[in-house]
């Protein structure tokens, strides 16, 4: 007759495996380590660990602060302010607006360059004829145009 085989299962502990990664981490990420320890000690010498255990520390004192100065009716409207400017430069096309910057830079450059013998009146009124000058004249004049009316309807 047949005899029946014992078996015993093995008792697997899943902290095991665990335990065995912890201890290989020191050598398989040694590189890490030693990035993250040279950030910790350049955040301890800028001083910048003081003021984050102090920022810790202090949350609820600063979470107060911050809460009381935004529930005042000028924290109110610049945060209402800082949302509807964002709205403004979110429309911008970054291109655009990259472009014109670099434009603008040029010409103070230029006109940097032209102090000490500006240009007359005359010169400037002819500048100021150019289809490029005229376009930018009509589009400061549309956004004047526009805050006049909103202030003519806030009154």
């Known amino acids: 007759m047949a005899k029946p085989i014992s078996l015993v299962p093995q008792q697997h502990d899943p ?34 660990l003081d003021i984050l255990r102090g920022a810790a520390g202090a949350k609820d004192f ?35 607006l990259n472009a014109v910057v670099s434009q603008s830079t040029e010409a103070l450059e230029k006109s940097r360059s032209e102090s000490e013998n500006p240009p007359s009146l ?14 930018a004249l009509n589009a400061a004049t549309n956004v004047l145009e526009s805050v006049g009316k909103n202030l003519r309807q806030k009154s």
């Open 15 to 48: 902290r095991e495996g665990a335990r065995q990664q912890l201890e290989n981490a020191p050598l398989d990420h040694a590189e890490a380590i030693l990035s993250a320890y040279k950030t910790l000690q350049a955040l301890h010498d800028s001083g910048a």
């Open 62 to 96: 600063f979470i107060g602060e911050v809460s009381a100065g935004l529930n005042t009716p000028e924290g109110i409207r610049g945060i209402r302010n800082l949302l509807a400017l964002s709205k403004l430069f979110a429309s911008i096309d970054p291109d655009e």
């Open 122 to 135: 005359w010169q400037i009124f002819k500048k100021m004829s150019s289809k490029e000058s005229r376009r």
